[in-house]
């Protein structure tokens, strides 16, 4: 089994979501790797990109050397059989996947995907060596509706009720908030602050061990160069999970210097 990401480090992690062939993939992860010094030195922050299944094969080749780590943004809750075009986490670890995102809002909302199913692939991740990073974060209606906490503690319970503190403590998780993401509306850094305390408030009540202050909880929602060190130099951002921006090696970079200096 992989070793649990450690004690609340520094992670920027690029979602490319639906873009990229495995060529122009490869390239892009070439292109990163080319500015981590083309060896192991990494900014002070862990870096990972999530390609889309398809390229994940030329990312990894691209990204061998490098410090940067290889995600995937999904997996099949089952270990295997007969589910037509699922992917399952042994997979994706024998791909050289080190993270897998689990229950982002474009999945949760657009694919249907309910709190109980985020709870299967969390589990599914951690059965096959992978860190998930799990996603939680609520709509533009329920933050207007004054629901931001009841959703986050929801889905942040729902996904962790039950699990051991160890298998736990080997997780990540992002808050995502939905009107956030891919709108150039970028959360305030008190805002951030103010969710991720009630995400660390329901780990310690659901896992215990002092989850809360343990996990890395990164922020996610168009996150850009220019926005990102206001929200790293906020205490409670341990990184960012990165969707538009991290589609460009320069843009990408510029975040994981700040998430590091920061
Ligand atoms: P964005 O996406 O940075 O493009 O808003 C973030 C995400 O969906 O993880």
Redesign the pocket.
Same mark, same amino acid.
């Given at each position: 089994m992989t070793a649990p990401w450690p004690r609340r480090p520094r992670l920027v992690a690029g979602?490319w979501?639906m873009n990229k062939t495995a060529a122009e993939g490869a390239a892009l992860a070439r292109e990163l790797a080319g500015l981590t010094g083309g060896g192991a030195a990494a900014p002070g922050c862990g870096i990972a990109v999530c390609p889309p299944f398809t390229a994940l094969e030329s990312v990894g080749a691209a990204l061998r050397g490098s410090a940067i780590h290889l995600g995937a943004q999904d997996l099949h809750p089952e270990p295997g059989g007969a589910f037509t075009g699922g992917i399952a986490g042994s997979m994706l670890a024998a791909l050289g996947c080190r993270f897998v995102i689990v229950g982002? $809002?474009?999945r949760r909302h657009g694919m249907g995907e309910d709190d109980a199913t985020v709870a299967r692939k969390l589990r599914a991740a951690l059965r096959d060596g992978l860190t998930p990073i799990v996603?939680v974060g609520e709509t533009l209606a329920e933050r207007e509706a004054g629901r931001t906490a009841e959703v986050v503690v929801r889905q942040t319970h729902a996904a962790y009720d039950g699990l051991e503190a160890s298998p736990a403590l080997a997780t990540v998780i992002?808050y995502?908030p939905v009107w956030?993401?891919?709108?150039g509306r970028v959360a305030t850094p008190e805002q951030a602050r103010e969710a991720h305390r009630i995400v660390r408030a329901t780990l310690d009540r659901v896992v215990g061990a002092g989850a809360g202050a343990r996990l890395a909880v990164l922020y996610?929602? $168009?996150?850009t160069p220019a926005g990102a060190p206001a929200l790293f130099a906020e205490a409670e951002v341990d990184g960012a999970?990165?969707?538009?921006? $991290?589609l460009e090696a320069a843009s990408f970079w510029r975040i994981a210097a700040a998430a590091a200096g920061a």
């Open positions: 979602n979501k982002h $809002s474009e996603c992002a995502e956030a993401i891919g709108t996610g929602g $168009s996150v999970l990165v969707g538009g921006a $991290s």
